[in-house]
């Protein structure tokens, strides 16, 4: 992947961790991570059926530049694509194992 095709302005967000007067944790607490550079893509044919076949519902993925705070996300995190948000499903991949690239399978939510 080239550097130019990194063309959307997107945040990284995780739950807060803020809790109620009961100690519960609050629902929709979202925190900022990182505003970043990627690239969106809507799921290939083949990408798509691999998917229905996982049931992970994933409808798009996410190309960032490595970083180690990116790197720590988990499934409870979300991103934030201007009025749009998807979930990260699993875990970033680093596919070519040198520390450049991150990719998130993600899945749009619909809004409500």
Same mark, same amino acid.
């Given at each position: 992947?080239?550097?130019? !095709?990194?063309? #959307?302005?997107?945040?990284? /967000?995780?739950?807060?961790? &803020?809790?109620?007067?009961?100690? /519960?944790?609050?629902?929709?607490?979202? /925190?900022?991570? $990182?505003? #970043?550079?990627?690239? #969106?893509?809507?799921?290939?044919?083949?990408?798509?059926?691999? $998917?229905?076949?996982?049931?992970?519902? !994933? %409808?798009?993925?996410?190309?960032?530049?490595? @970083? $180690?705070?990116?790197? &720590? $996300? %988990?499934?409870?995190? @979300?991103?934030?694509?201007?009025?749009? %948000?998807?979930? #990260?499903?699993?875990?970033?991949?680093?596919?070519?194992?040198? +520390?450049?690239?991150?990719?998130?399978?993600?899945?749009? +939510?619909?809004? !409500?």
């Amino acid at each position: 992947m080239r550097i130019g !095709q990194l063309d #959307v302005r997107l945040t990284f /967000q995780h739950p807060s961790g &803020a809790l109620d007067e009961l100690g /519960q944790p609050i629902p929709g607490g979202l /925190q900022d991570v $990182a505003t #970043v550079w990627a690239a #969106v893509r809507p799921m290939g044919s083949n990408e798509r059926v691999a $998917a229905a076949q996982a049931q992970s519902g !994933q %409808t798009h993925v996410v190309t960032t530049r490595w @970083s $180690a705070a990116l790197a &720590a $996300a %988990t499934g409870a995190w @979300s991103v934030r694509l201007g009025a749009r %948000t998807f979930d #990260v499903i699993g875990l970033p991949r680093c596919p070519d194992e040198g +520390r450049q690239w991150l990719v998130f399978d993600c899945a749009e +939510r619909v809004p !409500q």
